[in-house]
């Protein structure tokens, strides 16, 4: 029998598409299903974006290219990014890639080897920890607390640093939980960081989604810009998740390296999606604004209907378009509660264990869904939980 590396041992597929497949499943066989589950913006992508990776594709900008990206959108990028985080960045230090996720593989992969540690928020985006055992790296978790709103704990931080330390993960606006991380907490970490030779990757993917505060990037603070690499993508911001384009600014020199392993699995992100870039962020961007208010109005209705739900409990999110409420007293585990509310009420969402250890006692739910699918939903939600708490 063929056996495989002992490196993909850990691997298999991810909660959110397991879950998107049995859903889609019980769909075919008739079930009513509302779909809170997968993290992507329910609106088609702005047509000023699709219109140009139209007339791209008509005017042949479809062969390789550059492995590193178009030099006119990491033009682009390195402007936009230069402006928003008040730092100086080149074309040189951006590389594109088919999405934020393969460009946190290829910067893990460029600096971790074993015996490496790397510490990361937990509940946290589920690919940090395993391709860093892919890597041959050690995953050391920061707890998020819900009692400190789902931000960092510099002191566990600092308590978990070790000389062998090798990268900090940062997501803020966080996923799962739609934690932000302050401009104080911030600045506590780069105090800790600045003489220490840890590289710190923040991943910003939802820095456009905040709705009472401010986007801050450590990237911003004094010493910080060497050592950070900052991720970010078009998928959620200009609902393009399906297009894989997503970015990373970080040192030349590891530019240089992240591009050889771009250009090593993927060659190139195609040039006429490339060139959609380029006019998402040039274009008009009142589109943009707009949904981020419907997400906040979405966001509001659901916390409204989750506080009246009997068993949970759920913060306000700050970022992102997550809800994270907890079911403690709930004593059933979250992956057995999530598949019971998609088996009996056709409610689709993620147990709080698909974004690490730390998530148990929770679930996620995205409110990237129409207004009128929300109310229903927490309809349901609501009348599974006075059923399993009366029961």
């Given at each position: 029998?063929?056996?495989?590396?002992?490196?993909?041992?850990?691997?298999?597929?991810?909660?959110a598409?397991?879950v998107?497949?049995?859903a889609n499943?019980l769909?075919?066989?008739?079930?009513?299903?509302?779909?809170l589950?997968?993290?992507?913006?329910?609106?088609?992508?702005?047509?000023?974006?699709?219109?140009?990776?139209?007339?791209?594709?008509?005017?042949?900008?479809?062969?390789?290219t550059?492995?590193?990206?178009?030099?006119?959108?990491?033009?682009?990028?390195?402007e936009?990014?230069?402006?928003?985080?008040?730092i100086?960045?080149?074309?040189?230090?951006v590389?594109?890639?088919?999405g934020?996720?393969?460009?946190?593989?290829?910067i893990?992969?460029?600096?971790?080897?074993?015996?490496?540690?790397?510490?990361?928020?937990?509940?946290?985006?589920?690919?940090?920890?395993?391709v860093t055992i892919?890597?041959?790296g050690?995953?050391?978790?920061?707890?998020?607390?819900?009692?400190?709103e789902?931000?960092?704990?510099?002191?566990?931080?600092?308590?978990?640093i070790s000389?062998?330390?090798?990268l900090?993960i940062l997501n803020?606006p966080?996923?799962?939980?739609?934690?932000?991380?302050?401009?104080d907490?911030?600045k506590e970490?780069a105090?800790?960081?600045?003489?220490?030779d840890?590289?710190?990757?923040?991943?910003?993917?939802?820095?456009?989604m905040v709705?009472?505060?401010e986007?801050?990037?450590?990237?911003?603070l004094?010493?910080?810009?060497?050592?950070?690499i900052?991720v970010?993508?078009?998928s959620?911001?200009?609902?393009?998740?399906?297009?894989?384009?997503?970015?990373?600014?970080m040192?030349?020199k590891?530019?240089?390296?992240v591009?050889?392993?771009?250009?090593?699995?993927?060659?190139?992100?195609?040039?006429?999606?490339?060139?959609?870039?380029?006019?998402?962020?040039?274009?008009?961007?009142?589109?943009?604004?707009?949904?981020?208010?419907?997400?906040r109005?979405?966001?509001d209705?659901?916390?409204e209907?989750?506080?009246?739900?009997?068993?949970?409990?759920?913060?306000?999110?700050?970022?992102?378009?997550?809800?994270?409420?907890?079911?403690r007293?709930?004593?059933i585990?979250?992956?057995?509660?999530?598949?019971k509310?998609l088996?009996?009420t056709?409610?689709?969402?993620?147990p709080?264990?698909?974004?690490g250890?730390?998530g148990?006692?929770?679930?996620?739910?995205?409110y990237?869904?129409?207004?009128?699918?929300?109310?229903e939903?927490l309809?349901?939600?609501?009348?599974?939980?006075?059923?399993?708490?009366?029961?």
């Open positions: 029998m063929a056996k495989y590396a002992k490196r993909v041992e850990h691997l298999g597929p991810t909660a598409f397991e998107l497949s049995r499943e769909a075919r066989q008739g079930k009513s299903i509302i779909h589950e997968i993290g992507e913006p329910d609106f088609d992508t702005p047509f000023n974006i699709t219109d140009s990776a139209v007339r791209a594709l008509r005017g042949g900008h479809t062969k390789y550059d492995g590193q990206g178009l030099l006119d959108l990491r033009e682009v990028i390195a936009h990014v230069g402006r928003t985080r008040d100086e960045v080149t074309p040189s230090q590389v594109i890639c088919p934020g996720s393969p460009t946190i593989f290829f893990i992969l460029a600096l971790i080897e074993k015996g490496d540690e790397v510490i990361y928020p937990n509940p946290g985006f589920f690919t940090y920890e395993p892919l890597a041959g050690t995953p050391v978790p920061v707890h998020l607390w819900e009692d400190r789902f931000s960092i704990d510099v002191d566990e931080i600092k308590s978990k000389q062998k330390t090798r900090i803020s966080n996923n799962p939980t739609g934690g932000i991380i302050s401009s907490e911030l970490l105090d800790l960081l600045r003489d220490k840890i590289w710190v990757l923040s991943d910003e993917v939802y820095s456009e709705y009472d505060d986007f801050y990037s450590i990237s911003s004094p010493g910080m810009k060497k050592r950070t900052i970010d993508s078009f959620k911001t200009y609902a393009m998740t399906g297009w894989r384009i997503g970015y990373g600014v040192d030349d590891l530019s240089y390296k591009a050889s392993l771009m250009i090593q699995c993927n060659s190139c992100v195609p040039p006429f999606i490339q060139i959609a870039g380029i006019e998402a962020l040039r274009g008009p961007q009142d589109e943009i604004k707009e949904k981020l208010e419907i997400f109005r979405r966001r209705l659901m916390v209907g989750m506080s009246q739900i009997p068993g949970l409990n759920c913060l306000l999110p700050k970022g992102a378009f997550y809800v994270f409420p907890s079911h007293d709930i004593k585990s979250s992956k057995d509660l999530s598949i509310l088996n009996e056709g409610i689709a969402c993620l709080g264990t698909a974004f250890k730390f148990e006692g929770y679930l996620r739910f995205t990237s869904n129409s207004e009128e699918n929300i109310k939903a309809k349901r939600i609501k009348d599974f939980f006075e059923y399993v708490v009366n029961k």
